[in-house]
């Protein structure tokens, strides 16, 4: 054999440089939070950026080619605590329907409740946000129990995520554009018109889609935690 063995210091060093470049990528990520807040999804440059994480502008082009990669970055990083929040609230519940209903109540609940992070998903829609991630496999599951089940009845799990994904990101501009308060009636009011739409009588849908939803309190992170600074300044 030709390959040479890696020596302990090797391994080290190489540890040590994923974890520098995890740190400055964590760095980037909360110090654009606060730009994005500051001054929207569209109109910051890359000079806005390196200044806030303190960076050279080379380093930041070896993480995000983009503004918009690095908004998709802070968007699917915070896609991810709020997802690992509300799936095991979900999986307490037996019933497919109950499932993704306050699956999708509770992520919309967030995005309400930090309307900075509302406003980046709006902005980078679906495509980015959720599709092949977390949100996408986990609503699939509990369409296709309900569908196997015979708890639903429509064609195919996809075309059913996709018309309740579609819903919820158009809904949530339109719930946070009009900032009265009264966005999860919106949702309430989507989800039970969906769920008739795939079998169930509609007061039964109505009553699914309005059940009382466990209180998660505030996403304890330290990316949520500039976020909610970044959002009360």
Not at 223 to 229: G, I, N, P
Request: proline share 6%; charged share 20%; with cysteine.
């Amino acid at each position: 054999m030709n390959e040479i063995a890696a020596t302990p210091e090797k391994t080290h060093q190489k540890r040590v440089g994923i974890e520098r470049r995890e740190r400055t990528r964590a760095l980037l990520i909360r110090s654009a939070i606060g730009v994005f807040a500051r001054l929207g999804p569209d109109a910051p440059v890359v000079d806005d950026f390196i200044a806030a994480a303190g960076v050279a502008r080379g380093t930041f082009y070896n993480y995000f080619k983009t503004t918009h990669e690095l908004l998709a970055a802070v968007t699917e990083e915070l896609n991810e605590e709020v997802l690992g929040m509300v799936d095991p609230q979900v999986l307490r519940y037996a019933d497919p329907a109950a499932r993704f209903c306050v699956g999708t109540r509770l992520y919309v609940h967030f995005a309400l409740r930090y309307p900075v992070w509302g406003a980046f998903l709006t902005r980078i829609g679906p495509a980015h946000a959720v599709r092949g991630r977390r949100m996408d496999r986990y609503l699939l599951r509990d369409l296709e129990l309900g569908l196997a089940s015979g708890r639903l009845r429509a064609g195919s799990a996809p075309v059913v995520r996709d018309m309740i994904l579609g819903s919820v990101f158009y809904g949530i501009e339109t719930m946070l554009a009009q900032g009265d308060g009264g966005g999860l009636h919106h949702v309430e009011a989507m989800l039970a018109i969906i769920l008739h739409g795939i079998g169930l009588p509609d007061d039964e849908a109505r009553a699914i889609a309005t059940m009382p939803l466990p209180d998660l309190g505030p996403v304890s992170s330290p990316v949520f935690a500039t976020l909610k600074t970044a959002q009360d300044n």
